[in-house]
């Protein structure tokens, strides 16, 4: 059975088939009697829900939800996800077992460094780095910005460099072609 059999079936059981399409479907399931017993499943299960007529709600349920819309603040106030107390909790015990993890690093720390003043010496060195790098970008930027005001035509001579290595690459394969 083919998707147009289907689709023809379909809209045969919609009313919406032309009646030229009827008839081809007609002699199709002739030929095809599982075809002709798939129509009719179709056909009974359309019947069926036709027939089915649709049920009301009760009166009572339509008139409590009215009711709920109407009076918003009668409706339950929603709770939070977490209680105040159980937050408290959690973070008690992740401090109980934080602080206790921070002291023994801090003391694992001093005591590959030996002393106090080696890690206010290390911590210095790291400061002194981390200020030389910010320098040193601080000031290429400024001193680029400051070129490209002082040359406009920069920035378009800097793109020439790429072409001219990619036409001098593609130059070189050619003659490598040539040989």
Do not use: C
Not at 8 to 20: G, I, K, N, R, S
Not at 114 to 136: E, Q, R
């Amino acid at each position: 059975m083919t998707n147009n059999m289907n689709r023809d079936m379909q809209e045969a059981v919609d009313e919406t088939l032309h009646p030229d399409a009827y008839r081809k479907l007609q002699e199709g399931m002739k030929q095809n009697p599982e075809a002709a017993a798939d129509y009719k499943k179709l056909q009974s299960a359309e019947r069926l829900l036709r027939d089915a007529r649709p049920r009301k709600a009760p009166s009572s349920l339509m008139d409590g939800i009215m009711a709920a819309i109407a009076e918003p603040e009668a409706l339950p106030a929603p709770q939070p996800l977490i209680s105040g107390r159980a937050l408290a909790i959690g973070l008690g015990v992740a401090a109980a077992v934080a602080l206790p993890l921070l002291t023994l690093l801090s003391l694992g720390i001093l005591s590959i460094f030996g002393a106090g003043s080696a890690l206010s010496g290390f911590a210095l060195g790291v400061i002194g780095v981390v200020m030389f790098l910010y320098a040193l970008v601080t000031g290429t930027i400024s001193g680029a910005r400051d070129l490209m005001i002082a040359f406009p035509l920069l920035p378009a001579l800097l793109l020439l460099i790429p072409a001219a290595w990619y036409g001098l690459w593609r130059l070189g394969r050619t003659w490598k072609k040539a040989e």
